[in-house]
C-alpha cells in the first residue's frame, strides 16, 4: 500500500485519538483508557505495516469506539474503501455501523443508504433492492433511492418492477427520474411492438408522453405501429413531433418520414419541411434531401449551386462527399470521373471509421444506436455527431 493511502487510512483514527486525549486531558487520572487506545492504534498501524488490512480494519472499529464524534470519521474511512474499489471492506464498515443499536437515527438512515450503494456496486442487487426499498419513506433519501431502484430495475430488464413506483416518482416531480419512468414504458412498447399489439402499444406510450412530454422515443415509436398499420398521417405528426422534441435527434428519422410523405402522396409538403429544418438546423442529412429535390424537380445546375453555397456556410465531410458525386455524375470526361471516384472513395473510408453517434451526457461515441448509453446508461443522449464529421 503507498505511503499516502496508508495516510489517508491512518487518518480518522488519528483524529479520534486527538479528540479522546483532548478529551481526557481533563481527566489526568483517566490513564486505562488512554493506554488501551493507544495500544489499539499501534496494534492497527502494525497490521498495516505488515500488510494485514483485514485485521487492522477490525482493530481500527474496536478502537474507534463510536462516539458521536467518530461516526463521520467511520463514514470517511468506508467511502475511501469503496473508491479504491475494496468493496467488502467498505460493507464491513457500514454493516457495522448498521448493527449499533445506540446509534442516531440519523447516522443509521445514512448508513444503511451507503449499504445499499455498496452492495449495488457488488453487483447484489436483491440486498441493495431491500435497502433502497426500506429508505423510499425517508424525506432525505426517498428521491436518491428512487433513482438506485431504477438503476437496479434497469440493470435486470425489471421494468414492470420500475413501474410499480411510478406514483412516488411523479410526486417527486424530478424531470430525470420521470425521465427514466417513460423509458421503461418505452422498453415495454418495443416489445409490444413486436407482437403488434397495436392497443397495447399506444396505451404504453401515452403514458410514457405524459411523464415526460418530450420523449422524442415514444414518438419514434408510435410512428413505428401507426406505419405498420398504414396510419401515414399519424406517423407524420409523430416525426414532426420529434423534430420540436430533439432538433439533435432529428436527422435520423428523415429517411421514415420520407417514406410516409411518399405514400400520402404528399412529397411537396415533406421537402418544405424537410427545406424548414435544413435553415434552422444547418443539417448535412436535410441539406442532401433537399438537394435531391432542387435536381428532380428544378435541375443539377440549381442543385450544385444550393450546395456550394451551403457547404462554405458551413462546411461538412459528408456534404463534401455528396458534393464530389454530383460533380461524378454531370462530368462527360473519364479521366475526370476516375479522378473524382479516387476522392470520394477516400471521403467513404475516413467517414467509415468515424462514429455516427455520441452520447450527449458522458462523450461515449458508437457507430450503433443505442436508447440507453452503454457507457454511462442515461436515456435517449446518442445523437448524431455534430459538426465537420457529422451534421
Ligand atoms: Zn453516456
Given at each position: 500500500?503507498?505511503?499516502?493511502?496508508?495516510?489517508f487510512?491512518l487518518?480518522?483514527i488519528?483524529?479520534?485519538?486527538?479528540?479522546?486525549?483532548?478529551?481526557n486531558?481533563?481527566?489526568q487520572?483517566?490513564?486505562?483508557?488512554?493506554?488501551d487506545l493507544?495500544?489499539?492504534?499501534?496494534?492497527?498501524?502494525?497490521y498495516?505495516?505488515?500488510?494485514?488490512?483485514?485485521?487492522?480494519?477490525?482493530?481500527?472499529?474496536?478502537?474507534?469506539?463510536?462516539?458521536?464524534d467518530?461516526v463521520?470519521?467511520?463514514f470517511?474511512?468506508?467511502n475511501?474503501?469503496r473508491?479504491?474499489?475494496?468493496?467488502?471492506?467498505?460493507?464491513?464498515?457500514?454493516?457495522?455501523?448498521?448493527?449499533q443499536?445506540?446509534?442516531?437515527?440519523k447516522?443509521?438512515e445514512?448508513?444503511?443508504f451507503?449499504?445499499?450503494?455498496?452492495?449495488?456496486?457488488a453487483?447484489?442487487?436483491?440486498?441493495?433492492?431491500?435497502?433502497?426499498?426500506?429508505?423510499?419513506?425517508?424525506?432525505?433519501?426517498?428521491?436518491?433511492?428512487?433513482?438506485?431502484?431504477?438503476?437496479?430495475?434497469?440493470s435486470?430488464?425489471?421494468?414492470?418492477?420500475?413501474?410499480?413506483?411510478?406514483?412516488?416518482?411523479?410526486?417527486?416531480?424530478d424531470?430525470k427520474?420521470?425521465?427514466?419512468l417513460?423509458?421503461?414504458?418505452?422498453e415495454?412498447?418495443t416489445?409490444?411492438l413486436?407482437?403488434?399489439q397495436?392497443?397495447?402499444?399506444?396505451?404504453?406510450l401515452?403514458?410514457?408522453?405524459q411523464?415526460?412530454?418530450?420523449?422524442?422515443?415514444?414518438?419514434?415509436?408510435?410512428?413505428?405501429?401507426?406505419?405498420?398499420?398504414?396510419?401515414?398521417?399519424?406517423?407524420c405528426l409523430c416525426?414532426?413531433?420529434?423534430?420540436?422534441?430533439?432538433?439533435d435527434?432529428?436527422p435520423?428519422?428523415?429517411?421514415?418520414?420520407?417514406?410516409c410523405?411518399?405514400?400520402?402522396?404528399?412529397?411537396?409538403?415533406?421537402?418544405q419541411?424537410?427545406?424548414?429544418v435544413?435553415?434552422e438546423?444547418?443539417?448535412?442529412?436535410?441539406?442532401?434531401?433537399?438537394?435531391?429535390?432542387?435536381?428532380?424537380?428544378?435541375?443539377?445546375?440549381?442543385?450544385?449551386?444550393?450546395?456550394?453555397?451551403?457547404?462554405k456556410?458551413?462546411p461538412?465531410?459528408?456534404g463534401?462527399?455528396?458534393?464530389?458525386?454530383?460533380?461524378?455524375?454531370?462530368?462527360?470526361?473519364?479521366?475526370?470521373?476516375?479522378?473524382?471516384?479516387?476522392?470520394?472513395?477516400?471521403?467513404?473510408?475516413?467517414?467509415?471509421?468515424?462514429?455516427?453517434?455520441?452520447?450527449?451526457?458522458?462523450?461515449?461515441?458508437s457507430?450503433t444506436?443505442y436508447?440507453?448509453?452503454?457507457?454511462?446508461?442515461?436515456?435517449?443522449q446518442?445523437?448524431?455527431?455534430?459538426?465537420?464529421e457529422?451534421?
Amino acid at each position: 500500500m503507498p505511503m499516502l493511502e496508508l495516510l489517508f487510512l491512518l487518518l480518522p483514527i488519528a483524529m479520534a485519538y486527538g479528540w479522546f486525549m483532548g478529551r481526557n486531558s481533563v481527566k489526568q487520572n483517566d490513564q486505562t483508557a488512554k493506554d488501551d487506545l493507544s495500544n489499539k492504534y499501534s496494534t492497527g498501524l502494525n497490521y498495516l505495516l505488515s500488510n494485514q488490512q483485514d485485521k487492522a480494519i477490525d482493530y481500527l472499529l474496536e478502537a474507534l469506539k463510536l462516539e458521536d464524534d467518530s461516526v463521520e470519521a467511520h463514514f470517511a474511512m468506508a467511502n475511501l474503501f469503496r473508491r479504491r474499489g475494496e468493496l467488502d471492506r467498505a460493507l464491513k464498515v457500514h454493516e457495522y455501523l448498521v448493527r449499533q443499536k445506540n446509534l442516531p437515527t440519523k447516522d443509521k438512515e445514512q448508513a444503511a443508504f451507503e449499504l445499499g450503494k455498496d452492495f449495488l456496486s457488488a453487483g447484489l442487487y436483491d440486498r441493495a433492492e431491500s435497502m433502497f426499498v426500506k429508505l423510499l419513506k425517508n424525506k432525505s433519501y426517498s428521491l436518491k433511492s428512487l433513482s438506485y431502484l431504477m438503476q437496479i430495475y434497469q440493470s435486470t430488464k425489471d421494468w414492470h418492477q420500475g413501474i410499480k413506483l411510478k406514483k412516488a416518482i411523479v410526486k417527486t416531480r424530478d424531470k430525470k427520474a420521470l425521465h427514466t419512468l417513460a423509458n421503461f414504458y418505452c422498453e415495454l412498447a418495443t416489445l409490444a411492438l413486436e407482437k403488434d399489439q397495436f392497443i397495447e402499444v399506444i396505451e404504453l406510450l401515452e403514458n410514457a408522453l405524459q411523464l415526460d412530454p418530450n420523449s422524442c422515443r415514444s414518438n419514434w415509436l408510435l410512428a413505428q405501429i401507426y406505419e405498420n398499420h398504414q396510419q401515414y398521417n399519424e406517423a407524420c405528426l409523430c416525426y414532426q413531433d420529434i423534430y420540436l422534441q430533439d432538433k439533435d435527434f432529428f436527422p435520423d428519422v428523415i429517411e421514415k418520414m420520407h417514406k410516409c410523405y411518399h405514400e400520402l402522396d404528399a412529397e411537396d409538403e415533406f421537402y418544405q419541411f424537410i427545406r424548414k429544418v435544413y435553415d434552422e438546423t444547418g443539417s448535412t442529412t436535410a441539406l442532401i434531401k433537399y438537394l435531391s429535390y432542387l435536381e428532380s424537380t428544378y435541375s443539377n445546375s440549381k442543385a450544385k449551386e444550393f450546395i456550394l453555397s451551403a457547404l462554405k456556410r458551413k462546411p461538412t465531410i459528408r456534404g463534401f462527399k455528396h458534393l464530389v458525386k454530383m460533380q461524378m455524375s454531370s462530368t462527360e470526361s473519364q479521366n475526370q470521373t476516375e479522378n473524382l471516384d479516387v476522392i470520394k472513395e477516400l471521403l467513404s473510408a475516413y467517414l467509415n471509421v468515424k462514429h455516427r453517434y455520441s452520447c450527449r451526457t458522458c462523450g461515449f461515441n458508437s457507430s450503433t444506436h443505442y436508447w440507453s448509453c452503454p457507457s454511462c446508461h442515461d436515456w435517449e443522449q446518442l445523437k448524431p455527431v455534430r459538426g465537420l464529421e457529422g451534421e
